[in-house]
């Protein structure tokens, strides 16, 4: 089984700022189709997460362009370009077997 | 629309059984993948299993489930009613979450991504 670990598990930026969040996969989560099976989700208290990323690198319909994400095999990054009050919220990765990472908890500095 | 609407939740007992049902709309319900997440209370996401379509044969995957939940859940769908079921088996109190259901983005093979989720269902294991 796939282990999903996330890092840091909390980030403070400021405003505007940019935003980083990693992922690491226990083995390559890239298929034979070339693409790589990793997602990237936002979650707000008392709400179902939110879909930002597939693929590691497609961002799903009607997410702002200021998220984006990058990596392939193992190592993934999902960033925020600038910081928006409405970012704050706690983000997942996701791999094509459907496990987690255990989340990183956005707040603004 | 797309609308996904979990039931079956409650209190239940340790060491019995509970079945969740989500109703599916507003898409062609037996083209896509569909998934069971849960959230414990305070704590982060943790994947169910999935159920895939028929077109890919219509088979559960667990691989990325949490240990405890292997063997005791079992998920199946009925396309004619747009409806995918978890069957919860010898529950635990570590069981207690909001089980959400969720639809694959692309609907292949593997987990791609969830685009769309239901509310959540809450389930409380306990004596």
């Known amino acids: 089984d796939i282990v999903m670990t996330q890092s840091p598990d909390s980030l403070a930026v400021s405003l505007g700022e940019r935003a980083t969040f990693n992922c690491k996969a226990s083995?390559?989560?890239?298929?034979?189709?070339?693409?790589?099976?990793l997602a990237w989700y936002q979650q707000k208290p008392g709400q179902p997460p939110k879909l930002l990323i597939y693929w590691a690198s497609t961002r799903a319909s009607g997410v702002a362009d200021r998220f984006s994400g990058s990596g392939a095999g193992t190592d993934f990054t999902l960033t925020i370009s600038s910081l928006q009050a409405e970012d704050v919220a706690v983000y997942y990765c996701?791999?094509?077997?459907?496990?987690f990472g255990q989340g990183t908890q956005l707040e603004i500095k | 629309e797309v609308q996904l609407v979990e039931s079956g939740g409650g209190l239940v007992q340790p060491g019995r059984s509970l079945r969740l049902s989500c109703r599916a709309s507003?898409?062609?319900?037996?083209?896509?993948?569909m998934g069971w997440v849960r959230q414990a209370p305070g704590k982060g996401l943790e994947c169910v299993g999935f159920?895939?379509?028929?077109?890919?044969?219509?088979?559960?995957?667990?691989?990325g489930s949490a240990a405890s939940v292997k063997g005791r859940f079992t998920i199946s769908r009925d396309d004619s009613k747009g409806i995918v079921y978890l069957q919860m088996n010898s529950l635990q109190t570590e069981d207690t979450a909001v089980y959400y259901c969720?639809?694959?983005?692309?609907?292949?093979?593997?987990?791609?991504?969830?685009?769309?989720w239901g509310q959540g269902t809450l389930v409380t294991v306990s004596s």
């Open positions: 996701q791999q094509f077997q459907g496990s």
């Open positions: 969720a639809r694959d983005v692309v609907g292949g093979y593997f987990w791609v991504g969830a685009d769309n």
């Open positions: 083995q390559s989560v890239l298929y034979s189709d070339n693409k790589n099976y």
């Open positions: 507003g898409f062609i319900f037996g083209d896509y993948t």
């Open positions: 159920i895939r379509s028929k077109a890919y044969g219509g088979t559960t995957e667990f691989a």
